[in-house]
């Protein structure tokens, strides 16, 4: 049986400044049976600088007279709110994360023990909070959104090297830390690389979830999605090819102001989409071919087993023209007709009699 896939709800920002929102998207996450709630923990001013423009979709869905750095500013969460965050979340029995985005950020987050860590398709090429959080000694989640298998390759050398630093940084020693068997071996046990398409919505058909197996493949860590398509089917595709974490975008209303909420699904649908997700799980099965019980009663009724065509008496010849293949099974099986055709019937056969 395939192990359960590890459901995050991102709550991203949708909570828009709010701590009373934040709270009810802990309570929306839990309801819908999602493992993890997940926010985002940055300082503004050390995530983006005042000249750094918006992405197309944040400018689509803020607007343009508010600058990227005006507008994360109002979205931070303070110390206190996480801890709050994480109480709540103790209380209704689902993990609490959070995505830092600068290295205080992240002491912050290990600081409140945190269980894991999750970082943004953004920080891929972040080498210096990389090896910070692979010195924490805890599991890291990784997007890889915008990337090449040629930087996935380089994140994993830089959190290698932050588990085992040699001398000092440069990407040669990243390189040797990763082909290390040292190296190897850590990424195999604390590290998940989460394919990504980096656009909010994203296309369906712009997915590329094979990449996804081709990660896992070549580098031999965990894989699983981070999705940001409409609706649900991308993510139980990625369930069917073996991803085992799905990171979703949620939100109280769709139509909320703000840059992630229309990327996002509503609770009912999440509480939807775990559903199906644990459907598709238990549909993968043990990948044995072999009956499955409820198939078992229906293997007489279904299959055939041979049977007299015709009357046949005793000591007759019995010849092609005598023999039928008809239902029930549980006689003889039609792959031994041919052993039949040229013996001798050892007792008189009415019509649809099994053969013996």
Request: charged share 20%.
């Given at each position: 049986?395939?192990?359960?896939?590890?459901?995050?709800?991102e709550?991203g920002?949708n909570?828009?400044?709010s701590?009373e929102?934040?709270?009810?998207?802990?309570?929306?996450?839990?309801?819908?049976?999602?493992?993890?709630?997940?926010?985002?923990t940055?300082?503004a001013?050390r995530?983006?600088?005042?000249?750094?423009?918006?992405?197309?979709?944040q400018?689509?869905?803020?607007g343009?007279?508010q600058?990227?750095l005006e507008?994360?500013?109002?979205?931070?969460l303070?110390?206190?709110?996480h801890?709050?965050?994480?109480?709540h979340c103790?209380d209704?029995?689902?993990?609490f994360?959070?995505?830092?985005?600068?290295?205080?950020?992240?002491?912050?987050l290990?600081?409140?023990g945190?269980?894991?860590?999750?970082?943004?398709?953004?920080?891929l090429?972040?080498?210096?909070?990389?090896?910070?959080a692979?010195?924490?000694g805890?599991?890291?989640?990784?997007?890889?959104?915008?990337?090449?298998?040629?930087?996935?390759?380089?994140?994993l050398?830089?959190?290698?090297?932050?588990?085992a630093?040699?001398g000092?940084?440069?990407?040669?020693?990243?390189?040797?830390a990763?082909?290390?068997?040292?190296?190897?071996?850590?990424?195999r046990?604390n590290?998940?690389?989460?394919?990504?398409?980096t656009?909010?919505?994203?296309?369906?058909?712009e997915?590329?979830?094979?990449?996804m197996?081709?990660?896992r493949e070549?580098?031999?860590?965990?894989?699983?999605?981070?999705?940001h398509?409409?609706?649900?089917a991308?993510c139980?595709?990625a369930?069917?090819?073996?991803a085992?974490?799905?990171?979703?975008?949620?939100?109280?209303?769709?139509?909320l102001?703000g840059?992630?909420?229309?990327?996002?699904?509503?609770?009912?649908?999440?509480?939807?989409?775990?559903?199906?997700?644990?459907?598709?799980?238990a549909?993968?099965?043990?990948?044995?071919?072999?009956?499955?019980?409820?198939?078992?009663?229906?293997?007489a009724?279904a299959?055939?087993?041979?049977?007299a065509?015709?009357?046949?008496?005793k000591?007759?010849r019995?010849?092609?023209?005598?023999?039928?293949v008809?239902?029930?099974?549980?006689?003889?099986?039609?792959?031994?007709l041919?052993d039949?055709?040229?013996?001798?019937?050892?007792?008189?056969?009415?019509?649809?009699?099994?053969?013996?």
């Open positions: 049986m395939k192990p359960s896939t590890f459901v995050i709800a709550a920002v909570h828009n400044g701590l929102r934040a709270h009810q998207l802990v309570d929306a996450a839990a309801a819908a049976g999602a493992d993890a709630v997940k926010f985002q940055f300082k001013a995530l983006a600088s005042a000249a750094a423009p918006k992405a197309a979709y400018a689509r869905e803020t343009v007279a600058s990227q507008m994360l500013s109002a979205l931070e303070s110390e206190p709110a801890v709050e965050l994480m109480r103790a209704r029995g689902i993990e994360l959070s995505s830092p985005f600068d290295e205080e950020s992240l002491a912050l290990i600081k409140l945190v269980k894991r860590l999750k970082f943004g398709s953004g920080e090429t972040n080498a210096p909070i990389l090896i910070a692979a010195r924490s805890k599991p890291l989640l990784v997007s890889t959104g915008m990337a090449t298998l040629a930087e996935v390759e380089d994140a050398g830089a959190l290698s090297f932050g588990h630093p040699a000092a940084p440069s990407r040669a020693a990243f390189a040797a990763w082909a290390s068997p040292q190296g190897r071996e850590w990424a046990s590290v998940t690389l989460l394919h990504c398409t656009e909010y919505p994203s296309p369906a058909d997915s590329n979830l094979r990449a197996q081709t990660m070549r580098f031999g860590v965990a894989v699983g999605y981070s999705d398509t409409v609706g649900e991308v139980l595709a369930v069917a090819l073996g085992t974490v799905i990171e979703k975008h949620v939100t109280l209303d769709r139509s102001p840059p992630d909420h229309k990327a996002s699904i509503e609770p009912a649908e999440l509480e939807h989409l775990v559903t199906g997700i644990r459907m598709v799980e549909a993968l099965g043990t990948g044995v071919k072999a009956p499955v019980p409820a198939e078992i009663p229906n293997i009724i299959r055939k087993s041979i049977v065509a015709m009357a046949i008496a000591g007759e019995i010849t092609e023209q005598h023999l039928a008809k239902r029930p099974g549980g006689g003889r099986s039609p792959f031994e041919w039949v055709i040229g013996t001798v019937a050892t007792r008189d056969y009415r019509i649809d009699d099994p053969i013996e």
